[in-house]
């Protein structure tokens, strides 16, 4: 049984480099989720697919930020331009099936540098 | 809008002790749940304990308790007889149930210390 996994766990980064970041869910989960989580806070939503459809997105989310999961499997996390304001741990989430609230699963996250 | 509060950032007790971390929470829906996660110093978040607005019953596993209040809008979370694992940073969520992103709004946490 496997989790939800995230690569790469660290990235270090110019600030104004692109950088993009993978999350492979939990088989069997239609739900992913994308959280920002900074030192000391807890974790802030930033973005929801349902399959491969985005249905709502943070005002976090700048549009140097941009989410994809293109065949309603694994997703992708693209940060264009990075800013030192962007270190973080990025968080991703998935839970199952539709019409409840089911708890979410995480993944070990990727810690982004920008220096 | 939803809000998660918890006042405690920090708490540090003794092996054996029992620790109760406190979790208020604010929201204008009816139906609506709640989440306990820990993050242990290796960073990933680890499931707890989910709860509906509708089952007020206090839940306990092992030595986790969990006491849900709507009068208060609390969701306090008791470790008994704490161990040095239980260290870890815990947070509590809340999620509405509506259509769209059933998003988790989270605390800040609690960073809690069992020294031996």
């Known amino acids: 049984d496997t989790g939800v996994s995230q690569n790469p766990r660290h990235k270090i980064t110019k600030r104004g480099q692109n950088v993009t970041f993978r999350c492979d869910p939990i088989?069997?989960?239609?739900?992913l989720y994308w959280y920002r989580q900074t030192l000391g806070q807890g974790p802030e939503f930033l973005t929801y697919f349902q399959n491969e459809a985005q249905l709502e997105k943070s005002r976090l989310l700048s549009d140097r930020f941009s989410a994809e999961r293109p065949k309603g499997s694994f997703s992708t996390l693209e940060i264009q331009r990075t800013e030192q304001g962007d270190s973080a741990m990025y968080l991703c989430a998935s839970s199952p099936r539709q019409g409840a609230v089911y708890e979410q699963y995480f993944g070990p996250g990727t810690r982004l540098t920008v220096t | 809008a939803q809000k998660v509060t918890q006042a405690q950032t920090e708490i540090s007790v003794v092996e054996k002790e029992d620790v109760t971390l406190d979790c208020v929470y604010e929201?204008?829906?009816?139906?609506?749940?709640l989440f306990w996660y820990k993050q242990p110093p290796s960073g990933e978040l680890v499931f707890l304990i989910r709860?509906?607005?509708?089952?007020?019953q206090n839940e306990i596993s092992g030595r986790y308790s969990w006491n849900f209040q709507k009068s208060t809008s609390s969701f306090n979370f008791t470790i008994t007889a704490s161990q040095v694992v239980d260290s870890a940073v815990y947070f509590c969520?809340?999620?509405?149930?509506?259509?769209?992103?059933?998003?988790?709004?989270f605390g800040q946490g609690t960073r809690l210390t069992i020294n031996p």
């Open positions: 969520a809340l999620s509405e149930r509506k259509q769209g992103a059933q998003k988790l709004v």
């Open positions: 709860r509906n607005s509708f089952d007020e």
């Open positions: 088989s069997e989960h239609n739900r």
């Open positions: 929201t204008r829906d009816t139906t609506y749940y």
